[in-house]
């Protein structure tokens, strides 16, 4: 099956670079660029891409307000791509707060091409890029710049079995369904259905979302 994608980035080079890139995989169909956020919601609507690689500085709109606008769509608008935030910061704020709006997660500009075809990959396949120690940190930075949350997204917690709670506090930590099942020993497809239901529970995406409810609940603290 090939993921469709598209790149919105305000310099051109950076986009041809990444197209010619993705276009060279089998798997991998570029069907549009954009150089900025607005232009990019448009091209979005019009060719449904499965990721949208989305740089998140940019003039016009940046890709923060791109990334709400896309995965919080209007009414009559029933696509949703995923959306891949690119940054040249490896701790950005404007990153955090996509991934709150439900972005997948991230990747730096510089990484390797290697991490970015991988990261597509990922990204369509319906999991979020949250393996790099660089998320976790970014997470917790943020976390620890902001109070553990009250009232609602605490109160959301008590809806979820022991074992639940049990697993969202490892993918909090970036463990992989395989390491859950090794440390809760369980089967990886029941850890698989532990987590589909935590994100149903909660209303959340993917394991990017998951993880910033986490920190902001209460539920794990950075450093632990």
Known sequence: MTTRVIIVDDQAMVRAGFAALLAAQSDIDVVGEAPDGAQGVE?????????????????????????????????????????????TFDVDDYVYEALRAGASGF??????PSDLIAAVRVVASGDALLAPSVTRRLIADFAKQRPAARGKPALRLNGL????????????????????????VLAEQTVKTHVSRVFTKL???????AVVFAYESGLVTPGE
């Open 43 to 87: 091209l979005s609507r019009r060719t449904h891409p499965d990721v949208v690689l989305m740089d998140v500085r940019m003039p016009e709109m940046d890709g923060l307000e791109a990334a709400r606008r896309l995965l919080a769509p209007p009414p009559g608008v029933t696509h949703r791509p995923r959306v891949l935030m690119l940054t």
């Open 107 to 112: 990747l730096l500009k510089d990484a390797p």
């Open 161 to 184: 079995t022991e074992r639940e709670t049990e697993v969202l506090t490892l993918v909090a930590r970036g463990r992989s369904n395989g390491e859950i099942a090794q440390t809760l």
């Open 203 to 209: 209303d959340l995406r993917d394991r990017a979302q």
